[in-house]
């Protein structure tokens, strides 16, 4: 057994193995020797990028500011910016290192086509977030339907917006949804229109009960002046006739539908201490 072990290390080649080895590690050792200053300079243009990349976000954050952009805004845009600049700076960084950025586009080019397809809907629902966050047809408190889901916008984020729904549970919408359906938004506008349909009984003084409505509606709490609350005759039935109450609501500062059911309990007691009998009805 040790006349084998003797023989394999005086075997020739093994010493040729053994200095092909020392020879490998001597280039390697003269490449990166020769390599280094590229090297370093590779790291000095990331680190460059990464100081350069914040710069720019706080700059392009503190313009959106003095336009009185949206906070949501500032930082969706900030940090696109950002990490453009530290892809530019990425890019510079490789080429100083000697990467051949021909070949490496290419390989990229080919790795996004097979992404995309596999991440389409997280692409799509991405995108459609940065459209919505810079169009804002809606912003956080407002109150947001579509098909599928509806309530109060508590976060915009770029893949998915939060809403508490009317029964208080979390829904988590996809961006996709909301830029693809019909959405509509009830406090987009400051003043928000709100209609009763009424019913009044044949023989009942229509004049007074008239007087009663509008000076109920005027007088209640969220209720815009201007326009003023109109009652209209919708029709005139067999057995009563038919008022629709249109009035307007400050959708920021009051509850359309709170306001709504203290101006009907007020009327009907206004109109009971008359007399009078008024009956809601569905639309």
């Known amino acids: 057994m040790g006349m084998r072990a003797l023989a394999s290390v005086l075997d020739p080649a093994n010493e040729l193995s053994l200095e092909g080895v020392a020879d490998s590690f001597h280039q390697f050792a003269e490449g990166f ?14 680190v460059l990028a990464a100081v350069v990349a914040r710069l720019v976000r706080q700059g392009v954050e503190r313009a959106l500011r003095r336009g009185r952009a949206e906070r949501h805004v500032e930082v969706v845009v900030g940090t696109l910016a950002y990490y453009v600049a530290i892809a530019f700076g990425l890019v510079v960084a490789l080429s100083l290192g000697g990467v051949n950025l021909g070949v490496l586009v290419g390989s990229l080019g080919l790795a996004t086509v097979a992404l995309g397809f596999a991440l389409q809907d997280i692409v799509s629902n991405f ?5 919505l966050l810079l169009e804002h047809p809606f912003t956080e408190g407002d109150h947001i339907a579509i098909a599928d889901a509806e309530g109060d916008v508590e976060e915009i984020r770029v893949r998915a917006t939060r809403l508490r729904a009317p029964d208080g549970q979390l829904v988590l919408v996809p961006n996709k949804l909301l830029f693809t359906q019909v959405l509509s938004n009830s406090t987009a506008a400051v003043r928000r229109r709100v209609e009763v349909r009424l019913e009044m009984p044949y ?57 709504r059911s203290e101006l009907l309990e007020e009327a009907e007691r206004r109109l009971r201490d008359a007399g009078i009998s008024l009956t809601p009805v569905e639309a």
């Open 33 to 46: 020797v020769r390599r280094l200053p590229y090297l370093l300079a590779a790291v000095v243009a990331l």
């Open 127 to 131: 995108t459609a977030g940065i459209v």
């Open 203 to 259: 023989g009942q003084d229509a004049a007074r009960a008239r007087e009663l409505v509008l000076a109920a509606a005027s007088e209640a709490e969220g209720v815009c002046e201007d326009p003023a609350p109109r009652l209209f005759t919708q029709d005139l039935g067999q057995g009563a006739r038919r008022l629709r109450l249109v009035f307007w609501v400050d959708s920021r500062g009051s509850d359309p539908q709170g306001v």
